[in-house]
């Protein structure tokens, strides 16, 4: 049973900084595995939209509209994901879930909820003007 355990987030002032993570269970956290993680977010009412996606080599894509203030991240031996978030915006205000994949394909902005087959269970960021 694999599960992806999310902590991290809460809230900040705009301008600020915050980092949230995704922690692995249930699974081995190597090249054989997970092939695609991910990064997505989603406000009431709106479809999830995906903030980054970071392959098994560590290579990172973002949408054209989350580049340069979103860094994702990943930590192998600790089978850990993260999401550093920087300059943060009222807007930025949104539920955050981490994905993961064993599907092959590319990685590069693959950022479709249903190619998706785990999720974490959300953590929610609020930023503040």
């Known amino acids: 049973q694999v599960q992806l355990v999310q902590s991290g987030g809460g809230s900040a002032q705009a301008g600020g900084s915050l980092r949230l993570s995704c922690a692995a269970s249930g699974i081995t956290w190597t090249i054989w595995t997970l092939s695609c993680m991910a990064w997505f977010r989603q406000v009431p009412g709106k479809e999830r939209e995906g903030v980054a996606t970071?392959?098994?080599?560590?290579?990172?894509s973002y949408p054209e509209s989350m580049k340069g203030r979103f860094t994702i991240s990943q930590d192998n031996a600790k089978s850990t994901l993260y999401l550093e978030m920087n300059s943060l915006k009222p807007e930025d205000t949104a539920m955050y879930y981490c994905?993961?994949?064993?599907?092959?394909?590319?990685?590069?902005?693959?950022?479709?909820?249903?190619?998706?087959?785990?999720w974490g269970q959300g953590t929610q960021v609020t930023v503040s003007s």
């Open positions: 970071i392959d098994r080599d560590g290579i990172s």
């Open positions: 994905a993961a994949t064993h599907s092959g394909g590319s990685c590069y902005l693959r950022l479709t909820t249903s190619e998706y087959n785990y």
